[in-house]
T-cell receptor
């Protein structure tokens, strides 16, 4: 089955700096890669996603890049703000077969943005 | 429709008891997922449904766990003979179809004492 590895486990930056979180996946059949943000005591919420037919996607201060050959994808947050502090999870989902649409999550990255 | 709702939010039970959780997905969402999350970890896949059909069940899930989604609407997750290792947050999510945004509920926090 799919395995998603996420690094780093913790990330501390100063306000205004950029933050990068990286994930690798094992199943080349995966074609959908969402990123979720989970604030303390709250539910995970989607912040951005990318499909395998696209190499990069951007939404304001957030961008995601995908390298299908290397089977890795990254989340980039620019001009970080204290409210970006949260746990971020990457996930991968398969395009077909018995696990079609099943989301496999990484272990999470605790991002702390210091004012 | 205010999103995915889960009930109860918290459950404390004694070891060996059975517990049942309920998830109400967003209307018209065909896909429903159950995940388990422990402190400091990502959501761990348990099982998922396409309408009323259970498509896959994690190999990590013992036979003490069972899930249903009758009529393709709400879903229940039952844990029989609970163990302390079952203590976790149980998250439900739903999506309109595969590989689209999955919306999570607020979870049910289970504590087995």
């Amino acid at each position: 089955g799919e395995n998603v590895e996420q690094h780093p486990s913790t990330l501390s930056v100063q306000e205004g700096d950029s933050a990068v979180i990286k994930c690798t996946y094992s199943d080349s059949a995966s074609n959908y890669f969402p990123w979720y943000k989970q604030e303390l005591g709250k539910r995970p919420q989607l912040i951005i996603d990318i499909r395998s037919n696209v190499g990069e996607k951007k939404d304001q201060r957030i961008a995601v890049t995908l390298n299908k050959t290397a089977k890795h994808f990254s989340l980039h947050i620019t001009e970080t703000q204290p409210e970006d502090s949260a746990v971020y999870f990457c996930a991968a989902s398969q395009a077909g077969g018995t696990s079609y649409g099943k989301l496999t999550f990484g272990q999470g990255t605790i991002l702390t943005v210091h004012p | 429709d205010t999103g995915v709702s889960q009930d109860p939010r918290h459950k404390i039970t004694k070891r060996g008891q059975n517990v049942t959780f309920r998830c109400d997905p967003i209307s018209e969402h065909n896909r429903l997922y159950w995940y388990r999350q422990t402190l400091g970890q990502g959501p761990e896949f348990l099982t998922y449904f396409q309408n009323e059909a259970q498509l896959e069940k994690s190999r990590l899930l013992s036979d003490r766990f069972s899930a249903e989604r009758p009529k393709g609407s709400f879903s229940t997750l039952e844990i029989q003979r609970t163990e302390q290792g079952d203590s976790a947050m149980y998250l439900c999510a739903s999506s309109f179809r595969a590989n689209t945004e999955a919306f999570f509920g607020q979870g049910t926090r289970l504590t087995v004492v």
